[in-house]
């Protein structure tokens, strides 16, 4: 069975600073990890994803996420916060085959300080 | 638009009533997905679905829930007998069938059901 922690609910920043959301996956078998991005009232926006190809991932908006399988984390940061990063974001995983759902972890919100 | 499309965004139902949402999937993508999203709550699964086939129904309710597929048309959750606790927003998401780069899912914009 598959299943993500992500830890803290709620992460505020500086504008400038960096962004770190953290992310732990649990799985049986190899695993396709994601992050999602969600704005207020709208559907989820795909970040990026690890596939098993290399384990630092590059996403959109300046964010990237490093798969470390020693310590099942997949955490997302950003060097440099922007206002608009301003968001609810969700780590998912899925097993490494095709015809499984995707769980999704409990969300954390970024905010951004002036 | 050639993403998912979720109609409609906005219902208000009374106690006892029927909620129907709907889900067209992205051109080309026969696999869809329904997820809940309570009040200041993550992403909950609730199905998963092939054209005509229900492929992993564990996360829905034992009662009034009910999802389908069809050949022809959307994907369709029907909630019966609403009640306060359902409302939330309802997402659906869709993926390409034999995707080998790993499963990917693209969300609608959701559906917000409100009972009142």
């Known amino acids: 069975a598959q299943s993500v922690t992500q830890l803290g609910s709620h992460v505020s920043v500086s504008e400038g600073a960096l962004v770190l959301l953290r992310c732990n996956y649990s799985s049986s078998v190899p695993p396709y990890l994601f992050w999602y991005v969600q704005y207020p009232n709208q559907g989820l926006q795909l970040l990026l994803k690890y596939t098993s190809a290399a384990t630092l991932v590059k996403g959109i908006n300046g964010f990237e996420a490093e798969f470390k399988k020693s310590e099942t984390s997949f955490h997302l940061t950003k060097p440099s916060a922007h206002m608009s990063d301003a968001a609810e974001y969700f780590c998912a995983v899925t097993p490494y085959s095709s015809a499984s759902k995707i769980i999704f972890g409990s969300g954390t919100r970024l905010s951004i300080r002036p | 638009n050639a993403g998912v499309m979720q109609n409609p965004r906005h219902l208000v139902r009374r106690r006892g009533q029927e909620a129907r949402l709907r889900c067209s999937p992205m051109k080309g993508h026969s696999h869809v997905y329904w997820y809940r999203q309570l009040p200041e709550e993550g992403l909950k699964f609730m199905v998963y679905?092939?054209?005509?086939?229900?492929?992993?129904e564990s996360g829905m309710p034992k009662e009034r829930f009910s999802a389908e597929f069809p050949k022809e048309g959307p994907s369709i959750l029907r909630i019966q007998q609403v009640v306060r606790g359902d409302s939330a927003a309802y997402f659906c998401?869709?993926?390409?069938?034999?995707?080998?780069?790993?499963?990917?899912?693209?969300f609608g914009e959701g559906s917000w059901l409100t009972v009142v």
């Open positions: 998401a869709s993926s390409h069938p034999g995707e080998t780069s790993g499963n990917t899912i693209y």
């Open positions: 679905l092939q054209k005509e086939n229900i492929i992993d």
